[in-house]
Structures are given as C-alpha cells and as structure tokens.
C-alpha cells in the first residue's frame, strides 16, 4: 500500500471521531500536557458543540497513541502518572502534512 493511501484511510478514521480529530488538531511537535491539550480542543470548539472533558481527551489521546499518531514519553501505567503529556509522532506530522496539502 502506497504511503498516500494509508494517510487517507488513516484522516477517514480520524475523522470519524470528533474527539480524535480535536486532540489531533491541537497536538504539537513539543510535549504537551493532557490539561494544555484539553483547554486547547474547547477553544477551538467554540459554540459548535459541547466542550470535552478531560477524560474524554485522555481517552482521544490514547486512541491517537495506538494508532501511533501521538506519543507520550513519559505514560507508563502501572504507575498512574499525573502530569502525562504528548506530542506528534513521525507519522502524527506526515498525516497532518497530508491533511493541510488536501485542504490547499
């Protein structure tokens, strides 16, 4: 499957959640922390819908981890962290590369 290909069905996936793509739509190249992200997505929400909860971007941001688009350097479970952040990963910024070149 060509690179392209797997972007696209990637942004389908992603788009399918408006939470997904909110966290999405926020994440930096830089670590960020789950709170920062959180205050982030509602901003942009405007009155377009109800704001999201933090565990709601957790959640978001894990689903996003699995599908190795965001990593968080320092999330280890079985020592319930607070404090957790994430940022873009090589596959995070060429997905976002891919979305900005679709929508020109």
Known sequence: MQKQ???????????NGRQHELAFNV???????????TRKVNKLIDKKGPE???R??????KWLA???LAYSP????????KGIVY???PKGKDLRKFIEKIKG
């Open 66 to 68: 699995e599908n190795n």
């Open 74 to 81: 320092n999330y280890k479970p079985e020592q319930g962290i």
């Open 5 to 15: 290909d797997e972007l696209a069905i990637i942004r389908a996936k992603l788009a």
């Open 52 to 54: 999201l909860r933090l």
């Open 56 to 61: 709601e971007v957790s959640r978001a941001l």
């Open 27 to 37: 994440l930096e190249e830089n670590a960020v922390a789950v709170g920062e992200i």
């Open 87 to 89: 940022r873009l990963t």
